[in-house]
T-cell receptor, first 116, second 114 residues
Framework: AQTVTQSQPEMSVQEAETVTLSCTYDTSESDYYLFWYKQPPSRQMILVIRQEAYKQQNATENRFSVNFQKAAKSFSLKISDSQLGDAAMYFCAYRSDTSGTYKYIFGTGTRLKVLA | DTAVSQTPKYLVTQMGNDKSIKCEQNLGHDTMYWYKQDSKKFLKIMFSYNNKELIINETVPNRFSPKSPDKAHLNLHINSLELGDSAVYFC?????????????FGSGTRLTVV
C-alpha cells in the first residue's frame, strides 16, 4: 500500500526568507500524481501545486516550487519570499491507482509558522 | 460563487442523534468525495461517487450513509452519533475519477458530538 510521510510536524520561517517542506512516499507505481495542499486557519483546503510523475521538470507556481526526485521518492515544497499569509498546515498528497480505483493519500501535515 | 459548498459549517449534537451534512458543487465535476479529518489533522477518504455511482467505500461504520441524488450533490447521513465521530468532514469534487488535476474542497463541517 502507498504511504506518504511528512517528517516535519512544524516548521518556522522568517518573513521574506525561503523554507522547504519535506515529503516522501512509498509506491510501486511508475505513473502517478503528487500534490501539495495548504490548509490555513480558515480550514479551506487549497491546491498549491501538482506534479506529474512522468515529467522530469519540477513544477512551479509563482513563489512555490517543488523538488521532485522520483528515484528517491521525494517531493519537497519550496516557498520563496515567505509571506505572513503562507502560515498554514501543508499537506502532501499522492494519487494512488489501485486496480482503476483512484484516491488521494495524504501525509500527516506540516504546520508552517511565518515570523514577522 | 462558492465552488464546493457544505452545510452546516458547524454541528454540535448529542450522542445517539442522527444528523446530515449536505454538499453541492457548481463546477460541473462528475466525481465527489467525503473525507474525514481527525483531531490530529489526518485526512482519510470515506466515500467517492462518480456520476451518482458509489465507487469508493472505505472501511467506515455502516452508520455513515452517503447519498448522491445527482452529480452535483453528495450528502452524508450519520446515524446514532458517537463521541468518536467528532471531526471535520470535508466534501470535495474533481473532474474525472482519476482526479489528475486535484480536488476542489469545501470549507468543511466541524462535527462535535457531546
Amino acid at each position: 500500500a502507498q504511504t506518504v510521510t511528512q517528517s516535519q510536524p512544524e516548521m518556522s520561517v522568517q518573513e521574506a526568507e525561503t523554507v522547504t517542506l519535506s515529503c516522501t512516499y512509498d509506491t510501486s507505481e511508475s505513473d502517478y500524481y503528487l500534490f501539495w495542499y495548504k490548509q490555513p486557519p480558515s480550514r479551506q483546503m487549497i491546491l498549491v501545486i501538482r506534479q506529474e510523475a512522468y515529467k522530469q521538470q519540477n513544477a512551479t507556481e509563482n513563489r512555490f516550487s517543488v523538488n521532485f526526485q522520483k528515484a528517491a521518492k521525494s517531493f519537497s515544497l519550496k516557498i520563496s519570499d515567505s509571506q505572513l499569509g503562507d502560515a498554514a498546515m501543508y499537506f502532501c498528497a499522492y494519487r494512488s491507482d489501485t486496480s482503476g480505483t483512484y484516491k488521494y493519500i495524504f501525509g500527516t501535515g506540516t504546520r508552517l509558522k511565518v515570523l514577522a | 460563487d462558492t465552488a464546493v459548498s457544505q452545510t452546516p459549517k458547524y454541528l454540535v449534537t448529542q450522542m445517539g442523534n442522527d444528523k446530515s451534512i449536505k454538499c453541492e458543487q457548481n463546477l460541473g465535476h462528475d466525481t465527489m468525495y467525503w473525507y474525514k479529518q481527525d483531531s490530529k489533522k489526518f485526512l482519510k477518504i470515506m466515500f467517492s461517487y462518480n456520476n451518482k455511482e458509489l465507487i469508493i467505500n472505505e472501511t467506515v461504520p455502516n452508520r455513515f450513509s452517503p447519498k448522491s441524488p445527482d452529480k452535483a450533490h453528495l450528502n452524508l447521513h450519520i446515524n446514532s452519533l458517537e463521541l468518536g465521530d467528532s471531526a471535520v468532514y470535508f466534501c470535495a469534487s474533481s473532474q474525472g475519477v482519476q482526479a489528475n488535476y486535484g480536488y476542489t474542497f469545501g470549507s468543511g463541517t466541524r462535527l462535535t458530538v457531546v
